[in-house]
């Protein structure tokens, strides 16, 4: 006889609750209420093969309520993910494991991302499922053809995130995208009326998705809803009636079974209402065949896509854009935009900058695919005649994410994920609070993701302290894990640009200006002098009395107070420090030598001076912001907020006394 | 005859383009689309008294698409506003004038809160409608009966923080808010079609709102909408179909009239077709007449409303509450507290020790309302017996907010800045970066609001990195007017609760430890030494050769290390940081007393380096974390992140040599 669904689904439960009795510390609720439906999927429809968990063109299998994590370890662990050992799940929580609390990408195979942070599951998701539709229309169905499933909770579905990623994904119709819904009636602060009365299922209609509620322990109905899924022309929602902790001898559907060990007698009264033997993580060897080869069902279908790869003519670039290789010659244009630069001596803002780095690149760089909240003609991320994606023609490689700053950096992660995908995206630079989350996600996971954020400091203007950053710089600099820059002139934006690029395991940050400022890099260079972080960008003449450190639009600030100084004998030198993760990670004399710490120090920047000790220590001088902005043109609230030459030259020369 | 509702909405529409036509810089479109609606409002339906804006029992109006700042100021200056002045409209976006770029509260008389951040005023006037529900039930409807108005743009409800805010608002029956929505069809980037394709009705009428669409430019449709809002048992949405740029000759309904001067020839052509005259900035006699008359219509309610508060029983109490005045005997219990925890010297986690502090605030100061984003018994902010605030009965003091850490802190500033209320709610730290923007928000508009966030660095555990603050404390010291508290035991926990009460003007930020920590403050004090910021907590014995700085859990640390020292005869000295911000306000023979600059220095804390060179200058030793945390017992993690007594003492050692 074969092994019922309904015993491979209790194997997950057992596992679950076993796994958070040993931890003393996990949440048994979520595996065991969505057992079934995970069930279900892994035996009848995800397409994947456990042998090979980065196969490229498997189905994308996100749990959204990351807590749940025991679930996808249980499955991982039954189907024979090599990785995931007995001794894995028995070490639950505990340091060095691969079943860490949440599930954590690129630590454990077989998950897709990472996890936790509620509601940003579903948004990379939806991004995955865009990577997909574009590479399809990019490479062809025999290539890249995959669905994105997502099981996410009722906390998913409140946070804010949740609405942009639906909007997004019914308007863009991604119909490989699936979200099973949990829909057991819970939270952790007891029944989810206590906080929630809106009609989830209509919720999703609104937005443009097809909608189906089912009983989620109805094999039946899960197996019928999930093969309606895979018919429809549009996202699709399936809402699981589930009992949390279902299963459980007395706490099934109790909201203290969401996140805390059952104890041990509720576990050996589980065990024997389930039939099930008392050894703690045993699996019985039918259930344990019967997982294994739902597991191995997949391999037929990998390996007749690896001959088809093996026989297309995009085998070669198609790899390449998997592997997160760029072009050989990815950078050919951006060089020659760079010596053009150096010649031309361009002045304009550094978004201006960005958006001629880019028309350098984007060509060069056919996997790059950008984006704007909104806001394209302000963060000059558009490059000319870019199609853009769309339904019902993927291929076109420009994002129209709307008003959605954290649905668009959640979604860039999941195309950066998903793999073949390298993508930018832009917003103002203040609203990077909205996106911050996903930007934290996208550091933790290490991913290439690019964030353009303009407007980028009071040279904001008008439109007042809403939209001027002043702690963002500080904020983002001290995120690890993540590179900010922000660049002086066209050259260092272009240098900022492929130091973005080439980080394939860091996100990047490119504050860039409204504003014009000059070119401050004037002098050919034989090297990416921003890969260093801070660099003298000029020398004193004679002796060195005093070094100005800056950034961005503030270096020719600098450099204009250095003339001052200068003008009076005082031997000044600038130092530009586009990005200080890349400085903080140079060698320790060359950093001593651009501090400069036998000169007086002095730092200008229009943003808080929050971290700035780092280059100009306790006794140094700050001329910046202390607070917040104001309404008014640009070059009045420099003078306002008195950043400028003269109180740069006057703050040095008060300390030389 | 009586001039036309048309007419007066045009003063808007001229009033509006002018004054971006002589900033050269703003946003007409938005004025000029929903001047009807306004109008209709504004007359007819808004109670306010023009001559008394700070009438508590006022309507509020909130300008959730901040951008159309215009609409707001022309109306605050045709009703009579007394500080918007002609000259004020005239000085549009100009330095210190009252009329900037966005709306800002406290900065202009009239104007009810900051907006620009979209979707936020939706956000913010959810809490407000929720303070008068609140004090209505409280104070009863003679004294407190008024209504939340809000317009909102296409970006409000494409932002997520929407969702939380129409979810909550729906879950609790908020019958007295009404958004009205400005459906025009635009974004900055074009038709609102190239980013959306959602059913906004359908949406709310999911949430549980009362839906219905209109045409805004039909003067008794606009009527009689507004006039079934006001009779709904729950909030209500109004679909506002607009042109966006209304009036405007050539231009009305195109996406430019969204963010830029209309220019000379448009302008003069739009006059033409209103029939206006040419002069900039006049508004026709009678039409003025008209509107100040509307501007008038209040008085009479606001004076019955005086009447009836200066006979009621609840004058006294409900006039402090208004003006933000704390009970005189608000922190006796506190004390009594304190003076206890001195002698019984309770070790638990900071969250512990806030959740007794609470217990001893919660009943001296009625005006605390509490809540948490679902995490009620993790964050210890329920105080026992206290009444759910939930309808129909809203005199209850806890929200249960959901998952919705953004919907609440917004809310809470909606609170703040009604009035009444002092609002403070819990969360997981990690997840302040979901709230951030409404963090910064309340920092920017100085209200008093209490963010307690629990769980504050890898002592979270078992949760891993998702879930571990690291750059959290960072990122919040950055922010300008924000008090991040982190105190090390019970008595400092107390004090800073004091603190963030007291400060009247400035949110706080409460970081708060899972895990258990020993008494630090076991001696009595005259004085509050955490309103210092930082203070010397043990001295040396002997000469100070070290000095060992730490916040929260990390200052029982810190003070091991300082055993391990004393012990081979190292005179250590330990300072506690509780509160940077406040250490900064300290006179500088203060501080520079306390860094003790003669001695080698040491900072210990579970979160990134980044800021505290402000303590231990370039060449102390930081003792924490230089990147992610990990999933594993806490205790584990502190080791393996060598945040240990061991590690300070060993750091300190090597500093001297």
């Given at each position: 006889m074969p092994v019922q669904m309904q015993t491979m689904a209790d194997a997950i439960r057992v596992l679950s609750m076993d796994a958070v009795e040993q931890a003393a510390s996990g949440h048994p609720g979520m595996p065991m209420g969505m057992a079934d439906v995970a069930t279900v999927l892994w035996t009848k429809f995800l397409k994947y093969d456990a042998s090979r968990p980065d196969w490229a063109d498997r189905d994308r299998f996100v749990l959204s309520a990351g807590h749940g994590s025991m679930l996808l370890y249980s499955l991982l662990h039954l189907t024979g993910f090599k990785a995931m050992t007995l001794d894995q799940i028995k070490a639950f929580r505990q340091l060095n494991s691969k079943t860490p609390g949440h599930p954590e990408v690129f630590h454990t195979p077989g998950v897709e991302t990472t996890t936790g942070p509620l509601g940003q599951g579903l948004a990379t998701a939806v991004g995955m499922a865009m990577a997909e539709r574009h590479l399809a229309a990019k490479y062809g169905a025999d290539l890249v053809d995959h669905r994105t499933w997502v099981m996410a909770g009722d906390g998913c579905l409140m946070e804010g995130v949740s609405h942009e990623a639906i909007s997004l994904a019914g308007r863009l119709k991604l119909n490989k995208l699936t979200v099973m819904w949990d829909d057991n009636n819970v939270t952790i602060d007891g029944p989810v009326t206590l906080s929630e009365s809106g009609d989830q299922i209509a919720r999703f209609k609104a937005a443009g998705w097809a909608v189906k509620a089912i009983d989620g322990h109805d094999v039946g109905q899960i197996r019928r809803a999930l093969a309606w899924a895979t018919k429809q022309d549009r996202p699709s929602l399936i809402a699981?009636?589930?009992?949390?902790?279902?299963?459980?001898?007395?706490?099934?559907?109790?909201?203290?079974?969401?996140?805390?060990?059952?104890?041990?007698?509720?576990?050996?009264?589980?065990?024997?209402?389930?039939?099930?033997?008392?050894?703690?993580?045993?699996?019985?060897?039918?259930?344990?065949?019967a997982w294994r080869s739902a597991g191995r069902k997949g391999a037929k279908l990998r390996k007749a896509w690896?001959?088809?790869?093996?026989?297309?003519?995009?085998?070669?670039d198609l790899t390449r854009a998997l592997k997160g290789e760029l072009p050989a010659d990815a950078f050919a244009r951006l060089d020659a935009h760079i010596a053009e630069a150096v010649a031309s001596k361009p002045a304009a803002a550094t978004r201006q900058h960005?958006?001629?780095?880019?028309?350098?690149?984007?060509?060069?760089?056919?996997?790059?695919?950008?984006?704007?909240?909104?806001?394209?003609?302000?963060?000059n991320t558009f490059v000319k005649n870019t199609q853009i994606l769309d339904e019902p023609d993927y291929s076109g490689r420009y994002v129209n994410y709307g008003v959605r700053e954290f649905g668009m950096a959640a979604a860039m992660n999941g195309m950066a994920l998903h793999g073949g995908v390298i993508p930018y995206g832009g917003a103002f630079m203040v609203f990077s609070?909205?996106?911050?989350?996903?930007?934290?996600?996208?550091?933790?996971?290490?991913?290439?993701?690019?964030?353009?954020?303009?407007?980028?400091?009071?040279?904001?203007?008008?439109?007042g302290p809403t939209h001027q950053p002043v702690e963002h710089l500080a904020a983002m600099r001290a995120m690890p894990n993540l590179n900010v820059f922000r660049p002086a002139d066209a050259v260092e934006t272009a240098e900022c640009w492929r130091l973005a690029l080439e980080a394939a395991k860091t996100p990047s940050f490119m504050a860039l200006s409204r504003q014009k400022v000059p070119a401050v890099r004037t002098e050919a260079s034989a090297e990416n002098l921003s890969a260093k972080g801070a660099y003298e960008l000029r020398a004193a003449d004679g002796?060195?009395?005093?070094?100005?450190?800056?950034?961005?639009?503030?270096?020719?600030?600098?450099?204009?107070?250095?003339?001052?100084?200068?003008?009076?004998?005082i031997g000044t030198r600038v130092v530009s420090t586009p990005c200080w993760e890349l400085f903080a990670a140079q060698p320790a004399a060359y950093r001593t030598k651009v501090l400069g710490k036998g000169t007086v120090r002095v730092a200008v920047e229009a943003a808080a001076s929050f971290g700035w000790e780092r280059f100009i220590g306790e006794d140094g001088a700050f001329v910046g912001m202390d607070g917040f902005g104001a309404s008014a043109p640009a070059d009045q609230l420099y003078k306002h907020f008195g950043v400028t030459a003269e109180a740069v030259a006057a703050a040095a020369k008060s300390k030389l006394g």
């Open positions: 699981c009636k589930t009992k949390i902790g279902k299963g459980a001898a007395t706490m099934e559907g109790h909201h203290k079974t969401h996140g805390a060990a059952l104890g041990a007698t509720e576990i050996a009264a589980t065990r024997d209402k389930m039939g099930w033997g008392a050894e703690p993580f045993h699996v019985p060897e039918d259930v344990s065949k690896e001959a088809r790869l093996a026989a297309s003519p995009a085998k070669t960005s958006g001629s780095a880019l028309d350098a690149l984007f060509g060069s760089i056919p996997e790059m695919v950008g984006g704007s909240a909104d806001l394209t003609g302000s963060n609070d909205y996106s911050r989350p996903a930007i934290r996600l996208g550091a933790l996971m290490g991913v290439r993701v690019i964030h353009v954020m303009t407007h980028d400091s009071i040279g904001v203007g008008e439109d002796a060195a009395k005093v070094t100005i450190f800056a950034s961005g639009t503030e270096v020719s600030v600098a450099l204009a107070a250095r003339d001052l100084l200068q003008a009076e004998g």
